[in-house]
């Protein structure tokens, strides 16, 4: 089966400006999560969708980042004014249900740098 | 919420000794441990996953053990190979929610 797609894989910007990543997960997957990772740090979960309802955002600061999945499908992420701290590699996994013991597929991820 | 903390953050083996990595978790509610494997440029990639009614699960040169008592687990690689080499994560859940990872273990296999 295709994995977890993602797209741009390599994003460089300038503080203050604005940037989107998509994800499309695997088919039939209802559950979809964004995730953060700062280098030499784990992941650290934004956001997490059930089909196209969000289960948990209370890590996204929401001042700056909003995400969405319209049709229960792919989705987007996206940040605006960026800041120098966004730089990271912002990672999409999905899985077929609610809940971890399903096991995540995470795509290649999109490396943001922020200058 | 869950707190994970692993160790060593980085460790160097010879090719075909064993390589071990442990991690604590916070919330005696986690009942799901999976182990990532992350190599550069790419996704983790799960390898292996221990749930709270079993203590230790094994797939080829790979083991988990996991103490509930102390809030512990631990992911066991024998015979260790130079693709082995990447960064490995530990992560704890409670049922049906979030994981939450350690901050991960470079392990790099000398030949």
């Known amino acids: 089966e295709a994995g977890v797609a993602q797209s741009p894989r390599y994003k460089i910007i300038e503080k203050r400006q604005s940037v989107a990543f998509w994800c499309n997960p695997i088919?039939?997957?209802?559950?979809l999560y964004w995730y953060q990772q700062i280098l030499g740090q784990g992941p650290k979960l934004l956001i997490q969708?059930?089909?196209?309802?969000?289960?948990?955002d209370s890590q996204l600061p929401k001042d700056r980042f909003s995400a969405e999945r319209l049709k229960g499908v792919d989705s987007t992420l996206k940040i605006q004014p960026a800041k120098l701290e966004d730089s990271a590699v912002y990672l999409c996994?999905?899985?077929?249900?609610?809940?971890?013991?399903?096991?995540?597929?995470f795509g290649s991820g999109t490396r943001l740098t922020v200058v | 919420g869950e707190n994970v903390e692993q160790h060593p953050s980085t460790l160097s083996v010879q090719e075909g000794d064993s390589a071990v990595i442990k991690c604590t978790y916070s919330?005696?509610?986690?009942?799901?441990f999976p182990w990532y494997k992350q190599e550069l440029g790419k996704g983790p990639q799960l390898i292996i996953d221990?749930?709270?009614?079993?203590g230790e699960k094994k797939d080829q040169r790979i083991a988990v053990t996991l103490n509930k008592t102390a809030k512990h687990f631990s992911l066991h690689i024998t015979e260790t190979q130079p693709e082995d080499s990447a960064v490995y994560f530990c992560?704890?859940?409670?049922?049906?929610?979030?994981?939450?990872f350690g901050i991960g273990t470079k392990l790099q296999v000398i030949p």
């Open positions: 969708f059930q089909n196209n309802g969000v289960v948990d």
């Open positions: 996994a999905s899985s077929l249900a609610q809940g971890a013991g399903d096991g995540y597929t």
């Open positions: 992560a704890a859940s409670p049922q049906g929610q979030k994981v939450t």
């Open positions: 919330d005696s509610a986690s009942n799901y």
């Open positions: 221990i749930r709270s009614n079993v």
């Open positions: 088919s039939g997957h209802a559950t």
